[in-house]
């Protein structure tokens, strides 16, 4: 089963800045089968990026995705004030569990 | 457009039994896998199994199997997840999510249900 390491757990940031976020994996993931999904406090997840770089429909084009193998990065260019939520990294694919990460919460400063 | 609903919260004692719903709409229900998602309070999102409701072809994740089942009634387009006897562990929000596709390659969550908040007592 791969684990997926997410950092970091809190990220401060004012509105405008730019957010980096990991999600590291314990063994290589397959065909980059890496999606990302944010949560706002009591809503479901919402999809952002699918295929490690591919945005889903209707996300804003300041988030983007990277990475491939081990080492994945969603990187949000200017923090909007709504971007401010839980962030969830997930490796997808034919071979379950598809296991999430634990989560970066992104803070206002 | 694709809608997941899930059944209302649930309130109940350590060792009752228990089945939530998730009714697909806006698609053709028996062509996508189907999935659970278990999310205890403030904690992250955790991958508890998927079904192909064509066949009731199930896959739990280890940390599940046995715990829960997964199951569907593709007559009625509803995708279920029952408890034989609660714990105060099971404490949570869950959520049934889609798949994009049927394809692997899509296998993320493109669509989810709002939640059914479950609260086990003693």
């Known amino acids: 089963e791969i684990v997926l390491t997410q950092s970091p757990g809190t990220l401060s940031l004012s509105p405008g800045e730019r957010a980096t976020l990991s999600c590291r994996a314990s063994q290589r993931v397959f065909s980059n089968y890496l999606a990302w999904y944010q949560q706002r406090p009591g809503q479901p997840p919402r999809l952002l990026i699918y295929?490690?770089?591919s945005r889903a429909t209707g996300i804003p084009d300041r988030f983007s995705g990277s990475g491939s193998g081990t080492d994945f990065t969603l990187t949000i260019s200017r923090v909007e004030p709504e971007d401010f939520a839980v962030y969830f990294c997930q490796k997808y694919g034919s071979s379950p569990p598809n296991t999430f990460g634990q989560g970066t919460k992104l803070e206002i400063k | 457009e694709v809608q997941l609903v899930q059944s209302g919260a649930e309130v109940k004692k350590t060792g009752e039994s228990l089945k939530i719903s998730c009714e697909g709409s806006?698609?053709?229900?028996?062509?996508?896998?189907i999935g659970w998602v278990r999310q205890m309070p403030g904690k992250g999102l955790e991958w508890m199994g998927i079904?192909?409701?064509?066949?009731?072809?199930?896959r739990y994740s280890p940390s599940f199997q046995g715990q829960v089942t997964i199951s569907v009634d593709k007559s009625i387009n509803t995708a279920y997840l029952q408890w034989s006897s609660l714990k105060a562990s099971d404490t949570a929000m869950y959520f049934c999510?889609?798949?994009?596709?049927?394809?692997?390659?899509?296998?993320?969550?493109?669509?989810w249900g709002q939640g059914t908040l479950v609260t086990v007592s003693s």
């Open positions: 079904i192909w409701p064509g066949d009731s072809d199930t």
């Open positions: 295929g490690a770089s």
């Open positions: 806006g698609y053709r229900f028996h062509n996508y896998w």
């Open positions: 999510a889609r798949h994009k596709d049927v394809d692997s390659s899509n296998y993320y969550f493109a669509y």
